[in-house]
């Protein structure tokens, strides 16, 4: 029997375990199931934002390197190993995030987001083209870095 439901604008967090006490109990009567249809949805978004922002941290720093041959240093080499790792991870985790990889759009949010944080670190100007230059491989390749 439930006492004094809280509810999802109330408090998620005692929302969400109230949800999964009722679920474990069969009780699916009693279930806020439009907010528990969000929260998966937001499950999903979260992933692919994680992966996204992953990637564009790992553009940045290729341009970074590319862009500022003098300031190379074994923290970019570590950040790039590093964002290479969480993305196969990413990958190996969430299938489905490899798509993707094959979305123009999705390229394109990424490189712009890249692009921008290369910007906002550099204070660079740099004439980028409007595509990433790389092929997903390079990208993703622990040995590859532009020259």
């Not at 029997?1 to 999802?8: F, L």
């Not at 290729?62 to 190379?72: N, S, T, Y």
């Not at 993305?87 to 990889?101: F, G, I, V, W, Y």
Request: with cysteine; hydrophobic share 40%; glycine share 4%.
């Amino acid at each position: 029997m439930m006492v004094n439901p809280v509810s999802y604008e109330q408090d998620v967090v005692a929302w969400a375990n109230e949800q999964a006490r009722l679920l474990r109990a069969g009780r699916f009567d009693l279930l806020d199931i439009e907010h528990i249809a969000d929260e998966i949805e937001d499950v999903g978004k979260s992933e692919k934002r994680e992966f996204a922002n992953r990637m564009a941290l790992l553009l940045a720093h290729l341009l970074k390197w590319k862009h500022q041959p003098e300031r190379r240093g074994s923290s970019w080499e570590k950040t790039i190993k590093a964002q290479r790792v969480a993305l196969a991870d990413c990958m190996d985790d969430t299938p489905s995030l490899k798509a993707s990889l094959d979305d123009a759009r999705w390229w394109r949010r990424a490189w712009i987001d890249g692009q921008g944080q290369f910007e906002r670190e550099t204070g660079l100007q740099v004439d980028l083209p409007e595509e990433c230059p790389w092929t997903t491989a390079e990208v993703l390749s622990q040995g590859w870095k532009p020259e």
